[in-house]
C-alpha cells in the first residue's frame, strides 16, 4: 500500500489517554459523514460512520460526534493505542446529487508510548 | 474477500510515456472511484463510475487523463503523456450503491506513480 508525507496538522498523544480528532465540513446538504483512517503505506480503512439524523454514534473504543448547528465532527478514540498512530480523514457525502466523498485535510494522530 | 485490487504499486517513468493504472473492485460492487493523493492538494476525486457508466468527471485534471470501466470488474486510469506534476498516489475505491442510502467505499493500497 502506499500513502504520501503530508504536512499535516499532529496531534500527540500518550498510550492510554483518550485522542479527540476535529473536523469542520463545508457543506450544510452533507447528511452523510465518513471517517477514515490512512496507516502508513495503506489506503484509506473505514472507521465509523453517522447520518445527520442522529449526532452521536460508538462504535468499539470510537466514537463520531456530529454538530450540524457549527457543521463540525469530531472522533474520539478511548484508551489509544500504538496501533491507532495514522492519519486521520472526515469526509462527507450528500445522498442525491453528485454521490461521491469529500475528504477533509486530515490529521496525523501519533502515540506516545 | 481480497479487497480492492491495484496495480502496479509502484510506476517510474518518464515524462512524455503513457501511464496505465488498473483496478480490480470488490466483488458485487457497483460503483468505482479513481482519487489522487499529494502533499499539496489531499485526497481529491478524479472520476466514478456507477454500474460501469462515467458518472462525474469533473475532477479529472485534464485532457491527458482518461478513465475506463469495460465491465464491472476492471477499471483502468490513463494518462498520456506523463508529467512530473502527475506523481501522485492513486487510490481506487469501490461501494455498493443502493439508491437513497449512503456510500461506504473501500480503498485500494494505492499505485505509487513517479514522472521523471
Known amino acids: 500500500g502506499e500513502s504520501v508525507g503530508l504536512h499535516l496538522p499532529t496531534l500527540s498523544v500518550q498510550e492510554g489517554d483518550n485522542s479527540i480528532i476535529n473536523c469542520a465540513y463545508s457543506?450544510?446538504?452533507?447528511?452523510?459523514f465518513i471517517w477514515y483512517k490512512q496507516e502508513s503505506g495503506k489506503g484509506p480503512q473505514f472507521i465509523i460512520d453517522?447520518?445527520?439524523?442522529?449526532d452521536k454514534r460508538q462504535g468499539q473504543r470510537v466514537t463520531v460526534l456530529l454538530n450540524k448547528t457549527v457543521k463540525h465532527l469530531s472522533l474520539q478514540i478511548a484508551a489509544t493505542q500504538p496501533g491507532d498512530s495514522a492519519v486521520y480523514f472526515c469526509a462527507e457525502n450528500t445522498h442525491t446529487g453528485r454521490r461521491a466523498l469529500t475528504f477533509g485535510s486530515g490529521t496525523r494522530l501519533q502515540v506516545q508510548p | 474477500d481480497a479487497g480492492v485490487i491495484q496495480s502496479p504499486r509502484h510506476e517510474v517513468t518518464e515524462m512524455g510515456q503513457e501511464v496505465t493504472l488498473r483496478c480490480k473492485p470488490i466483488?458485487?460492487?457497483?460503483?468505482l472511484f479513481w482519487y489522487r493523493q499529494t502533499m499539496m492538494r489531499g485526497l481529491e476525486l478524479l472520476i466514478y463510475f456507477n454500474n460501469n457508466v462515467p458518472i462525474d468527471d469533473s475532477g479529472m485534471p485534464e485532457d491527458r487523463f482518461s478513465a475506463k470501466m469495460p465491465n464491472a470488474s476492471f477499471s483502468t486510469l490513463k494518462i498520456q503523456p506523463s508529467e512530473p506534476r502527475d506523481s501522485a498516489v492513486y487510490f481506487c475505491?469501490?461501494?455498493?450503491?443502493?439508491?437513497?442510502?449512503?456510500?461506504?467505499?473501500?480503498f485500494g493500497p494505492g499505485t505509487r506513480l513517479t514522472v521523471l
Open positions: 475505491a469501490s461501494s455498493l450503491r443502493r439508491e437513497a442510502t449512503y456510500n461506504e467505499q473501500f
Open positions: 453517522i447520518r445527520s439524523n442522529m
Open positions: 466483488s458485487g460492487h457497483n460503483s
Open positions: 457543506n450544510s446538504a452533507s447528511d452523510y
